[in-house]
């Protein structure tokens, strides 16, 4: 019950993992769309068509504000005018106050104005006439001063304790007509006419206007949006195909390159890009030209140095140091796989009187005969050795003493006659110490060549050319 119990946890938990997991991808994958070049490139896009169509209804809705303003205003001289036209015999002689009055509300009925005001020459009221908003604020309008130094042109009056404006205009009443007072004698101011529109009158115009321009803004914004994503995608398209080229490049597909169809910038980008590439390519594959060339160098000259550090310079055999290592190794597994090891040490009779008389040319020569008499009768495994001097070690490998002192007598035997084939005027033998792993029970393996080097003694003295085994009895060998 306890391990199902585990195992179901840790299913449970896996589970967990694997969600939270696949919901981080997710959010990434997301966080990667949302900072793409595509997305900002089409908001960027669509912000402009609606920063441009923002900037543009800006200006219609002033410059509509602008006209209908200055409209309202020539129809506001208008009227008065004609009111002022009409109203001048009516206060030529004898003020006619009925008449006035029914002028004043015939023209405020049947015209956009909220209220008509008759004033003579003192600025008091003949006549008037009020409408809509402006009817409550009769005896404020009334009560207000001429302004006679904007006489005929129109100005803003706003209420704004109740958030109320007007466009209201004074005008002049003349005796011959109305308008601007001359310096024509004949021509008499004979009173003022105050009229007053509300921005209401044109308001309605102009939000019919605005409504129809919101209306193309929000059909313009539909169709950038679209407009604007395929616009950019045609542009991130061929971006994002040399992006995910130039990615695989960078991860060592050197063989991936760009189409190079198109005219515009980008395909100058992919061309270059494939220049680069190929460039890049030719100078990778030279230097790993370069670098297997240097490793097949090295290898040959650290497999020299080896040999160098390693072997005899003159005979080829290994040297001293290495011969150290290869005993210990050797000596190593003989006891780990409990199996025997020989050593045969061999040394070279009567060989400083070569030196002396035939000289150290001919002594070398008898070196490299001898090393290579050597070599010639051993198994690959087996390991010779010249330490130094005259004197040569080999090591054999699961071979008994008996079995090492036949290899060292057919050794000084081929040796013998090798030396009489090809340096006849020199005399030279050789004289051999055998010992094994097996024999002696070494605990150590330089004990091995020591009872080796006491056997070799043993066999000059006893007449050299001779093998001298681990019982120490003299093997004569026959010539």
């Not at 402006?134 to 209420?159: F, M, N």
């Not at 005796?175 to 004698?185: E, L, M, Y």
Request: aromatic share 6%; glycine share 6%.
């Amino acid at each position: 019950m306890v391990f199902f119990y585990r195992v179901n946890v840790m299913s449970e938990q896996q589970h967990t993992t694997d969600a939270l997991s696949g919901e981080v991808s997710w959010l990434r994958r997301l966080g990667d769309v949302l900072v793409s070049f595509q997305v900002k490139s089409t908001t960027l896009v669509v912000f402009l068509c609606i920063a441009v169509a923002g900037a543009s209804s800006s200006f219609l809705v002033r410059s509509s504000m602008s006209a209908l303003g200055q409209q309202q205003d020539e129809a506001l001289v208008g009227l008065s005018s004609l009111m002022a036209d009409a109203a001048s015999p009516m206060m030529a002689s004898s003020v006619d106050r009925q008449a006035l009055a029914e002028l004043a509300k015939r023209t405020a009925d049947g015209a956009p104005l909220v209220y008509v005001v008759i004033h003579d020459t003192e600025g008091h009221v003949i006549a008037s006439a009020y409408q809509g908003a402006a009817v409550e604020l009769r005896e404020e309008i009334e009560s207000r001063e001429l302004d006679k130094t904007v006489l005929g042109t129109p100005s803003s009056w706003r209420k704004k304790s109740e958030r109320l404006s007007f466009r209201e205009i004074v005008y002049p009443i003349n005796t011959s007509h109305g308008g601007i007072q001359s310096d024509d004698s004949t021509n008499l101011l004979t009173g003022y006419i105050r009229a007053a529109m509300a921005p209401n009158t044109y308001r309605k115009t102009l939000a019919s206007s605005i409504d129809m321009l919101i209306g193309v803004g929000i059909i313009a914004l539909v169709f950038s949006i679209p407009l604007g994503f395929l616009l950019v995608r045609r542009i991130a398209s061929p971006l994002h195909e040399l992006g995910t080229t130039m990615l695989q490049f960078s991860q060592g597909d050197l063989q991936v390159r760009s189409p190079e169809g198109r005219r515009d910038e980008i395909g100058q980008l992919a061309r270059a890009f494939n220049r680069m590439a190929d460039q890049h390519q030719q100078a990778h594959e030279g230097v790993l030209r370069l670098n297997a060339e240097l490793e097949q160098r090295v290898l040959q000259r650290t497999e020299q140095l080896r040999d160098l550090s390693t072997r005899d310079p003159l005979t080829g055999l290994y040297n001293r140091r290495h011969l150290g290592e290869a005993l210990r190794q050797a000596f190593v597994e003989a006891q780990r796989y409990e199996r025997n090891l020989a050593c045969v040490m061999i040394d070279l009779d009567d060989f400083k009187n070569v030196n002396d008389l035939q000289g150290h040319r001919v002594g070398d020569q008898v070196l490299v005969l001898a090393a290579e008499t050597i070599k010639s009768q051993l198994r690959s495994s087996d390991i010779p050795a010249r330490p130094g001097g005259d004197e040569f070690v080999i090591l054999l490998p699961q071979t008994s003493a008996y079995r090492a002192a036949t290899i060292a007598r057919r050794i000084i035997s081929a040796f013998c006659e090798s030396v009489k084939a090809e340096i006849p005027e020199v005399s030279v033998g050789m004289s051999a110490g055998i010992s094994d792993v097996e024999t002696l029970k070494p605990a150590v393996p330089e004990i091995l060549v020591d009872e080796a080097d006491r056997a070799l003694y043993q066999a000059k003295a006893n007449g050299k050319q001779r093998v001298c085994t681990p019982d120490h009895l003299p093997d004569p060998l026959s010539t």
